[in-house]
């Protein structure tokens, strides 16, 4: 069959419904705030979210919950805390009540469970907007958003629990050792690229950006808190920490801007130099009096580049700017801090002296199919052999539409799809994007096959965040389809999360195997 012909082996019935798609504002704002990258399907009633964020995980495995977004019931994080205990507390922060973040134990593995006072969220479909946008981010640098409850008064945010304590503990508070120069550089590089990737993907404003802000997890790499993300209240204060320590805008208007969580960023910057918690203007009258120096943590006794440490103190001095215009941005960062991370091949846990966690097997568990083998070897180009032999044949009754949606815009629609084939066989990735991105925008047909032709785009265009998106959108729309799986595991490895990457390979190898078993064409 012909590229047009074979579209998608729809079902069309008079008078029958679409399959759910995005209204038109949100798909507007989506495309403003990814530009180039095509918009992630979101519609934020709560009765859709199984299609507005990344779907739960599918019923063959219900393992894998903590990659993806979900709603959680208020029993599991009763049960999950001890009923809030206090003795599950791990942050206090806010005036009354306080925002309390708990740790908790949820199906074999640990979550920290941020709890809010309803008069902080009164209106339950703002908190959902907001728990959705943060959940859709999913990032090596940041403590991920993992779900959400939302049930009467309760508004709970539950995240990637961060083994390994705060930036400030081991900077202020240590007790067997400081941490040694090269891996502050590396907490101010992975914290950089951690805001990069947030403005990046149309989330800029950080609100109170500190030390303790900065969490370290198993494998005592620092990520950036997600809960930071979001306010502590739809409309309350976006900081708590001492106002000299404050960018000096929001004293006058009170407002967060992307130039403010810069401003923050130098903060951390000066505590990572000092090892103390400096405040701004006297940090900078040494650094206006050539006194560097002075900065520098004494415990350090000398062990660090004075040309780096120039580096740093220089960066902190912009970022500290009075005004914002002045200040660098979050690409700025990680360009001057990129060249600073000298030791790339000494494991973090031991720069900062803690114990080795266990890591689970480094190698499927299952006997792997073709689609299997190439994306344990992270075979694009098999990948892309593969895909174009299967075609859509997969694509069976992921739409129902109806006659009167047949119009000249479904036969554009299938055109932009019918280019995107021709382009993606052609190995011509780049206009394969554009041309799906075309079909996916109009939203009337969904189709998990497009979905995960364009993630693999995606990756030979060296864009793993938007392929990561685009392999959890096919999960959504098939939830038990091995090939979503797939492709998820490729982009989690080329966004450095192997241990993730390994449990999706072995996830979607027990789905084909499942599938075959069961007598259904692959």
Not at 126 to 135: I, M, N, R
Not at 490 to 517: G, I, P, S, Y
Request: net charge negative; charged share 25%; glycine share 4%.
């Amino acid at each position: 069959m012909g590229c047009c012909q074979s579209s998608l082996m729809l079902r069309v019935r008079e008078g029958g419904d679409t399959h759910p798609h995005p209204d038109k504002k949100e798909k507007e704002k989506e495309k403003e705030n990814h530009k180039d990258q095509a918009p992630y399907l979101r519609n934020h009633q709560k009765e859709s979210l199984a299609i507005a964020v990344p779907a739960t995980v599918a019923p063959a495995a219900p393992d894998r919950w903590w990659l993806s977004f979900s709603e959680f019931s208020l029993a599991e994080l009763k049960a999950a805390t001890d009923n809030f205990s206090s003795e599950f507390i791990v942050s206090e922060s806010g005036d009354k009540p306080p925002n309390l973040v708990y740790k908790g134990r949820l199906r074999d593995h640990w979550i920290a469970v941020k709890k809010f006072p309803k008069a902080a969220w009164p209106d339950p479909k703002q908190f959902v907007e907001e728990a959705s946008g943060v959940g859709n981010l999913r990032h090596p640098r940041l403590a991920n958003l993992i779900g959400y409850c939302c049930d009467a008064d309760h508004r709970l945010l539950v995240a990637q629990y961060m083994p390994n304590d705060t930036l400030a503990k081991h900077l202020f508070h240590w007790e067997n050792q400081t941490i040694e120069w090269a891996m502050r550089l590396r907490v101010a590089h992975y914290i950089a690229q951690a805001l990069n990737y947030c403005s990046s993907e149309g989330r800029p404003l950080y609100h109170d950006l500190n030390a303790y802000r900065v969490l370290f997890d198993e494998e005592g790499d620092p990520r950036l808190s997600c809960f930071g993300l979001i306010k502590n209240s739809r409309d309350g204060k976006s900081y708590s920490t001492n106002l000299a320590y404050t960018p000096p805008e929001y004293l006058r208007n009170g407002r967060v801007t992307p130039e403010s969580v810069i401003y923050s960023f130098g903060t951390v910057l000066l505590d990572l130099l000092s090892g103390k918690h400096i405040p701004p203007s006297q940090a900078l009258d040494m650094i206006q009096g050539k006194n560097n120096m002075l900065l520098m943590d004494s415990h350090l006794e000398g062990k660090f580049s004075i040309e780096e440490a120039n580096v740093v103190v220089n960066l902190a001095s912009k970022c500290l700017q009075y005004e914002p215009r002045e200040r660098p941005d979050t690409k700025d960062l990680v360009t001057t801090l990129a060249p600073l991370h000298t030791k790339p091949d000494v494991h973090s846990h031991i720069m900062l002296g803690i114990p080795k966690q266990e890591e689970a097997p480094s190698t499927p568990q299952r006997p792997l199919s073709a689609m299997g083998e190439a994306c344990s070897r992270m075979d694009l180009t098999a990948i892309h052999q593969i895909l174009v032999a299967t075609h859509y044949r997969d694509d069976e009754g992921t739409n129902e539409l109806s006659f009167q949606e047949w119009t000249q815009q479904m036969r554009d629609m299938l055109e932009a799809r019918k280019r995107g084939d021709c382009a993606f066989r052609d190995k011509d990735f780049k206009t394969a994007i554009d041309n799906y991105s075309q079909f996916i925008d109009v939203g009337t047909m969904v189709s998990p096959t497009v979905f995960a032709r364009r993630s693999l785009c995606y990756l030979l265009c060296d864009q793993p965040d938007p392929a990561l998106r685009d392999a959890m959108q096919a999960q959504c729309v098939y939830p038990d389809w091995p090939t979503a799986f797939y492709m998820q595991s490729v982009a989690l490895a080329k966004l450095d999360m192997q241990k993730d990457a390994t449990d999706m390979l072995n996830e979607a190898a027990a789905l084909e195997e499942k599938r075959q078993r069961g007598g259904r064409g692959s």
